[in-house]
Structure formats: structure tokens, C-alpha cells
């Protein structure tokens, strides 16, 4: 399958020693690449790094067969983010946001944000101001900033944040949708374990800036075992030198 991400020995490290270290994985077109990882892991340090929010001290970043450091553009020209917060306008609708969003796409058809709000789940409340919504309904506004460019890789960190269970199965569904039917590739970070065993087919385990394992699910799991034993049994016992691929 053709690499849409190669990520090779990216290191970024913080005066308190925190971030990543040595990190290398990659993504093929229609993957679901779950990253994992406890709080502090350096899961959105990583995630900066490949949308070209922070540079790394070392290593490089290929998207699309392009450079990140040098032809940033070219890179990112098919790529959409959402990373750490999902922010909107409070005192415009969600149509508005979005509308003011599709500015920066001018070959980008009007219909577009009406297919993405219904992919969203937000058609019922496009005309209610976004300092009414909830938290999920703000990451739900946030997905379908995200999908509004038709993107072919998207990175989102921690999307069903906030979301109800209606709300984490309706976005599960579509990212799923999307990937088998357009073959749009993900790269979604999550503390929700449960969840992202049911979205992805790849993960990625982070624990103190390393990645400690990767792989296929169905590949990583025994027999009879979870997906989240399998993360709390390499978080607590973590073998870095020791990468499954």
C-alpha cells in the first residue's frame, strides 16, 4: 500500500524532558492509525510535529512523498488537523463557522458544507449559535471543519472528547465510512481505548515520548485478550527495544 505518512526518528525534547523521542512509524492510504498513550505520553507533541505546529529537534516528516521541513506546502496541501482543542466562533452559527472556514477553499462547492454538517450529525442544529453547543457538539463542529476541504489524511486528537455515547458511535461510523468508502486515511489520538479498538486498524503505544509498540490489532491481540489489557500490560512493562511492526 502506498505511504501517505512516514514518520522517521523524530525527536523533540522540553527543558522539563518531556516530548518525543526516536519515534518512527507510517501510514498507508484508508489506514486508521490510533495512537495510544497515558497523559504526558507526548501523543499531541507528536501530532504538532507532523501538522508543522512545532519542528522537531531531529529526524523528518514525509507526507504525500514530500519533505514537511522542506516543501511544507506541498505537504500539507491535502491534509486536515484538529489538535487539542476544537475551537468555532461562539457568537456564529455552525453554517457561519463553516462558511467563513470554505473561504480559504474557493473552488470548494457550496453544497459542501451542508454534506459535511450531516456528516457531522449537526444538519438539525446548523443555525443555532456555537456558544450554545456542548463540548461534543463542538468536537462534532470541529470534525466537519476538518472533512469540509475533502482532505485525504486527517489528523484529529481526541475526537470523541466530550461526545456521548450516541454521539462517539455516530462519529466512529462516519470516520469509518470515510476511510472504507473514500479512502480517506486517519491518524486519531485517544486516551478512549475502547473506542479506538472499534475504529482503527493500526495502533500506535506511547508511553514517556517512545513508541513502545505498533501494529495491526488483530495482529497485537491473543486470544481472549482486550485491547485495553494489552496497553495497561505494555505501559507497565514497556520494552522499547522491542517494536512490533
Known sequence: MDKLLEVKEVTRLYRNGRGV??????????????LIGPNGAGKTTLLKIISGLIRPDRG?????????????????????CVIEKADAYDYMSAYDNLKLAARFYPDLPKARIGEVLEQAGLSPYKNEKAGG???????????????????????????????????MVEVRNTIRQLARERGITFLISSHM?????????????????????????????EDGMTLEQYVMAQIQTPKEADVYV
Open 193 to 221: 481505548i475502547h473506542d479506538l479498538s472499534l475504529t482503527a486498524n493500526r495502533i500506535g503505544i506511547m508511553s514517556n515520548g517512545n513508541m513502545i509498540r505498533l501494529g495491526a490489532i488483530h495482529e497485537l491481540l
Open 21 to 34: 523521542r526516536n519515534v518512527s512509524f507510517d501510514i498507508s492510504k484508508g489506514d486508521i492509525f490510533g
Open 60 to 80: 523528518q516528516v514525509r507526507i504525500f512523498g514530500h519533505s514537511l521541513t522542506e516543501r511544507f506546502e506541498q505537504a500539507m496541501e491535502r491534509v486536515s
Open 133 to 167: 453547543y456542548s463540548l461534543g457538539m463542538k468536537q462534532r463542529l470541529a470534525l466537519a471543519s476538518a472533512l469540509l476541504s475533502n482532505p485525504q489524511l486527517v489528523i484529529l486528537d481526541e475526537p470523541a472528547n466530550g461526545l456521548d455515547i450516541e454521539g
